[in-house]
């Protein structure tokens, strides 16, 4: 089996258990850990975890210049991204939070013309103008209630943490390209730690451990060791062999494996809002990833 194959295969590993990875945490979010108490819990055992295998590669060191570029990529890689993700579902579904998952290619694009690395075409235009149109229909329609202009805060969270997630890879991108993956998310880790820590610190002195059923422990372990550890190794992994806008792709995996899951174990339902919010927001991923137009040249300091 090639470099590709594997390559696929992780991909398509660690999107399957990101699609899970919504309903697990959603469990041990509605019983057991509060949002940021459990974000918290996150950071400290994927830190560690980074940290430890830090110690298998070569050292690096973080030059001057990249430090302040690496302190953003903790705010919005890790605290805002996390801490908006968690509270979000927290109060949503899974299937809804999926769903605005798939729209970080689209605010990618924004954020790249924002930041002169990419141009607009009509086409591309249009296609932001309708996957966000998908968006807020499923934020204004109150998750199927029937209360249509009603905000859904779950979800609007969610997108806001699909934003602060592709601004994260506009900033992290050149530290990819000069430093080792590991080297890099260790830092990140670390700083997204004292950023996580007000917020979280109280939630997780609440937690009661003592009445923690096994299943749910397990479902913690799931969400630190695989679907944030893990996950992002087999990422990593696969982009050595296969290029970014396809590893990209894989992220319309997670609604379809996402509601499998949900319905599976009776955490949500498939409805026409889901469906019809679903349609507009792969339409507008679909015309904003044509590439009609040459992208501007930036000059990256090696």
Known sequence: ??????????????????????????????????????????????????????????????????????????????????LLFFKGLSITTPINASIMMVCTPILVLIMGYISLSERFSLIRITGVFIGLAGAVYLILSSSGKGNFGTVNWGDLFVLINACSWGLYLILVKPLMQK????????????????????????????????????????EVVFVVFLSTYLAYILNTYALKSLSPTIAGTYIYLQPLLTALFAVIVGQDNIDYIKIISTLLIFTGVYLTSINTVKPLEIKEKQ
């Open 1 to 82: 089996m090639n470099k590709s194959m594997f390559g696929h295969l992780s991909l398509l590993a660690a999107n399957l258990i990101y699609s899970i990875n919504y309903s697990i945490a959603k469990d041990v979010l509605d019983k057991y850990i509060q949002p940021s108490g459990f974000i918290l819990l996150r950071v400290v055992g994927a830190g560690i975890l980074y940290w430890i295998t830090a110690f298998f590669i070569p050292g690096q060191r973080i030059d001057k210049e990249d430090r302040f570029r690496l302190f953003l990529c903790g705010i919005f890689g890790i605290a805002i991204n996390q």
């Open 179 to 218: 430093y080792h993956t590991i080297t890099v998310i260790k830092w990140v880790f670390l700083v997204g730690f004292f950023m996580v820590l007000p917020f979280g610190f109280n939630e997780l002195q609440d937690v009661k451990w003592a009445n923690f059923p096994q299943y749910a422990l397990w």
